[in-house]
């Protein structure tokens, strides 16, 4: 998989070379912070086709592909790589490396963060079924064990199945339109 630096993708936009970057966050991370230039195409719903399709003409420019860190920037380089597009370049360390180099960001409105509404929503789950466990009926003490299998699934696999029901949530699923509720 071919990388490139924030500080050489930045260079080749100064020096007018074409570079199509997309993101592919969450649409509500993308509104909160996101590199200059850069358009949303979130990896749940990433079309490789379709994005070659649309690039006017550029196909056989590199598309630079970013997110917060690498991790699902490198997934969607192989979705793009699975599907016989091969001019893809996986931007090493993503926006944040991106915000730490100082480079320009466009910035909008905070959002709770998928992550942080999983942590939320795990810990909420535990606690239901331990109170329910002690106070109701022991068979209730099963929730916590399943969310924990759940959990310690989504570390080994790097794939978290809760995380992925709440990116189809409404609150998480607006555009550029800002019309999001929190």
């Known amino acids: 998989m071919e990388t490139i630096t924030v500080h050489q993708l930045k260079q080749l936009q100064e020096q007018g070379s074409h570079v199509d ?6 649409p509500t991370e993308f509104r909160e912070v996101h590199a200059e230039r850069a358009q949303n195409f979130p990896l749940d719903s990433l079309d490789p ?23 699902r920037s490198g997934k969607a380089v192989e979705k793009f790589l699975g599907a016989g597009i ?10 944040t490396a991106w915000i730490e180099a100082g480079l320009p960001v466009v910035r909008g409105k905070k ?7 999983v942590r939320i929503l795990a810990g909420l789950l535990v606690l239901v079924g331990a109170v329910l466990g002690y106070f ?32 189809k949530m409404p609150w998480n699923r607006c555009g550029d339109t800002g019309s999001c509720p929190f």
């Open 86 to 95: 091969t001019n893809v370049v996986n931007v090493d360390g993503g926006t």
């Open 49 to 71: 086709e379709a994005i070659t399709a649309a690039r006017n003409g550029q196909s056989n420019e590199p598309l630079y592909v970013i997110c917060k860190s690498g991790n």
């Open 21 to 26: 970057l997309i993101d592919v966050r969450m």
């Open 136 to 167: 109701v009926h022991p068979a209730f003490n099963g929730l916590s064990g399943f969310i924990g299998a759940g959990l310690m699934f989504a570390g080994i696999t790097d794939t978290c199945g809760m995380g992925m029901m709440l990116s």
């Open 111 to 117: 959002a709770v963060s998928l992550e942080r509404q």
